[in-house]
């Protein structure tokens, strides 16, 4: 029996991220700040051990390191639901353009072949992806109307083309992969082929989808809540933080730099996580092909 | 390529169709009206009623859509909730996002190339490089665009911290929208130097006795510049898009601001102008962007089927 050495340099992104989250969710279990009017702009200051503020008092007088964790939080699972969204979506899209019989409508001929699905789903997400998501997502935010859904509706229909061109694409190469061309030809049919053999590659492929596009994403929530869409009604996310107290920069930067630099190093962390998912994968592809 | 480019447009008037159409039933859905913005708290229910119809309100979601599909037949889109043709504002504010791209864009390419040239030049600074771009990667549009009004314009009053009066004015907001971007680019160029410095030719060179800076410029850089052009190119769609914050930051009146106004106006036909001519721009750049990825699959032997 052997044992792998653990090494603990390569694990710190991990640690961070698993433990970064989990001290802001410590300070959300204090519940949400309050507004003291008595306490609006208060510095950050250490009196003794029971008394101190780490992070100063908002222009309402709520506690900055609960109003950041609570905002972290908000921003987050937007991001977070609003990706899933879009890979839900993606993988619907993903098994339409398998299994549909479309006609491939061209205005030089008329074609009647069995990839019709993937032609139009190809051909409708790359005219998608000529939409800037970013104005997409804040049009439909302000039509459909703010809130915690809203955002997660809009970000998953905004992000959805790109993860739809990149599926698409991985399918196309697995569709010449020997064994599909075996199991077609010993009959097997299209819901076989993708329930027995793509489902298994397509799942690695969102998990690491997920990854590729949440520094994205997490930028995306952040300029939609700076830009006045709101996530929520009671918590205001870290763009809204941001937003609301601009221009106070110079008498209270307590109020705003600690909520962009919250926001630099949450996307930072998702970067990085990206890359490490990113050689991952490319190893898993190597083997596969 | 015509049938190629004539099945993409194809589906881009598609899609378009359906977001129009998706766009109006979300807008009669919507709480509020253009008419109400327009008439406010002044304006009696008579008064509101005439507004209602001459907004196009009182319209139904297919006759509305069939108002602006000959309005886009006509390339006009309508007129604007004051009254004013939707082409006329929209290409006004167009220019000015244009010129802010544009800064921006020149301002990316010129950052990231150097810098990812610099970097393999001068291997010492390289991985303080790579840090503050991907520092840079990580911050927000708006905490850039921010930071850098606080610092210049605010603090050094180096720059006028907002409005559009002479192209100098574009400098600050360009490099705000251009950062990022040339984070980017960075990324892009030394990737690519890395790949091509390991390369038979490059040794060859070295060989030859040719100089450092000369194996950059007269050999990696020159391969490098159609797939540098072509990423960049796949980036100038960004600056549209981030062109919404940075606008907002620096008071400018481009199609960013111009989007935001019509939201909060509920004015559909500047909306639905703002969207059709901002993704026709991206869909000309992605055909030439495929175009350019065709002369470098030439350049490589690599013809593939459009």
């Known amino acids: ?289 | 390529m015509f049938p190629y480019i004539a099945r993409k447009l194809l589906s881009f008037v598609i899609l378009l169709t359906f977001l129009i159409f998706f766009i109006l039933i979300l807008q009669k859905s919507r709480e509020g009206s253009a008419a109400l913005i327009l008439g406010g708290q002044r304006a009696d229910a008579k008064e509101l009623q005439l507004l209602e119809e001459l907004t196009g309100n009182k319209l139904s979601i297919t006759g509305h859509f069939v108002i602006v599909a000959k309005h886009l037949v006509q390339f006009d889109f309508g007129n604007t909730i004051s009254g004013q043709p939707v082409i006329f504002v929209v290409l006004n504010a167009f220019l000015k996002t244009i010129v802010l791209a544009g800064f921006a864009g020149a301002f990316a390419l010129i950052y990231g190339v150097s810098l990812g040239i610099y970097g393999h030049y001068n291997t010492s600074v390289q991985k303080y490089f790579e840090k503050i771009n991907y520092a840079m990667m990580s911050a927000p549009i708006f905490i850039i665009a921010l930071v850098l009004l606080w610092v210049f314009s605010l603090w050094l009053n180096w720059f006028m911290p907002g409005g559009v009066d002479s192209v100098f004015w574009f400098i600050l907001p360009g490099i705000a929208l251009g950062l990022k971007s040339g984070a980017h680019v960075y990324i892009f160029t030394d990737e690519y130097m890395r790949r091509e410095l390991s390369k038979k030719y490059v040794l060859t060179a070295k060989a030859y006795g040719y100089k450092k800076h000369r194996v950059f410029s007269k050999f990696i850089f020159k391969n490098m510049s159609l797939p540098l052009f072509s990423f960049w190119l796949l980036e100038l769609g960004s600056y549209l898009a981030g062109a919404a914050i940075v606008e907002m930051i620096y008071s400018i009146s481009g199609v960013g601001n111009l989007l935001l106004r019509a939201l909060l106006r509920y004015d559909v036909n500047l909306l639905i102008g703002i969207l059709v001519l901002v993704s026709a721009m991206i869909f000309i750049i992605t055909i030439v962007q495929e175009l350019v990825d065709r002369v470098y699959a030439g350049f490589l032997g690599n013809h593939d089927e459009f």
């Open chain 1, 1 to 289: 029996m052997s044992f792998k050495a653990v090494k603990l340099k390569d694990n710190i992104p991990i640690i961070f991220v698993i433990a970064f989250p989990a001290v802001l969710g410590i300070f959300m279990l204090f519940g949400r700040p309050q507004i003291h009017p008595q306490l609006a702009y208060q510095k950050p200051y250490i009196h003794g051990i029971t008394d101190f503020s780490l992070f100063g008092y908002s222009p309402l007088g709520e506690d900055m390191l609960g109003l950041m964790a609570w905002g972290y939080w908000q921003t987050v699972l937007v991001a977070v639901f609003g990706r899933g969204l879009a890979l839900l979506l993606s993988f619907l899209g993903l098994f339409i353009a398998w299994t549909f019989v479309l006609p491939r409508l061209s205005i030089f001929k008329f074609q009647f072949k069995s990839h019709f699905g993937f032609f139009w789903m190809s051909r409708f997400s790359e005219a998608f992806m000529t939409i800037p998501s970013l104005l997409l997502a804040l049009s439909l935010g302000y039509l459909i109307g703010e809130g915690f859904y809203t955002m997660i509706i809009v970000i998953g229909v905004s992000e959805w083309a790109f993860n739809q061109k990149w599926l698409l694409g991985r399918l196309n190469e697995y569709k010449r992969f020997p064994f599909i061309e075996a199991s077609k030809a010993m009959g097997g049919g299209k819901l076989h082929i993708y329930g027995r053999h793509f489902l298994s590659f397509i799942l690695s492929d969102l998990f690491f989808l997920f990854f590729l596009y949440l520094p994205g994403s997490l930028l995306t929530v952040t300029a939609l809540e700076f830009l006045g869409l709101s996530s929520g009604s009671e918590i205001a996310g870290l763009g809204s933080i941001i937003a609301l107290n601009k221009d106070l920069i110079f008498f209270y930067p307590h109020v705003i730099l600690p909520p962009s630099a919250l926001i630099i190093i949450t996307v930072f962390i998702s970067l990085v996580l990206k890359n490490k998912f990113m050689t991952k994968f490319t190893d898993l592809n190597k083997v596969r092909a």
